[in-house]
Nanobody, 118 residues
């Protein structure tokens, strides 16, 4: 019922920035928690950032604080991840996550590749 589509990934130099977007559809869905996860080769999928329905609910692992910013446009139902000061170790497939209010089901996007390299 819920579909999440990520975009904005690509190749970037170390120290550079990228902004990822995740568009949820249909627009009638009610989403509570949303988050970004990533998975690098040889590593488990890890949380990058999460957010509830308000900006004040944004939360990050310590390694992401100060570099990554999660936000959401509740009207357009778009989730964003602003990534600054990127490092080669940030290279991974980044996935969008959302929990649907009515069903309490978890939904995932297909992922978008982020590569940080010189």
């Amino acid at each position: 019922q819920v579909r999440l589509v990520e975009s904005g990934g690509g190749l970037v130099q170390p120290g550079g920035s990228l902004r990822l977007s995740c568009t949820a559809s249909p627009t009638s869905v009610s989403l509570t928690k949303m988050a970004w996860y990533r998975q690098a080769p040889g590593y488990e999928r890890e949380l990058v950032a999460r957010i509830g329905t308000t900006a004040a609910s944004a939360n990050y692992p310590d390694s992401m604080k100060g570099r990554f910013t999660i936000s959401r446009d509740n009207a357009k139902k778009i989730l964003y991840l602003q990534m600054n000061s990127l490092k080669p170790e940030d290279t991974a497939v980044y996935y969008c996550y959302a929990k649907e209010s009515w069903s309490n089901f978890d939904f995932w996007g297909q992922g978008t590749q982020v590569t940080v390299s010189s």
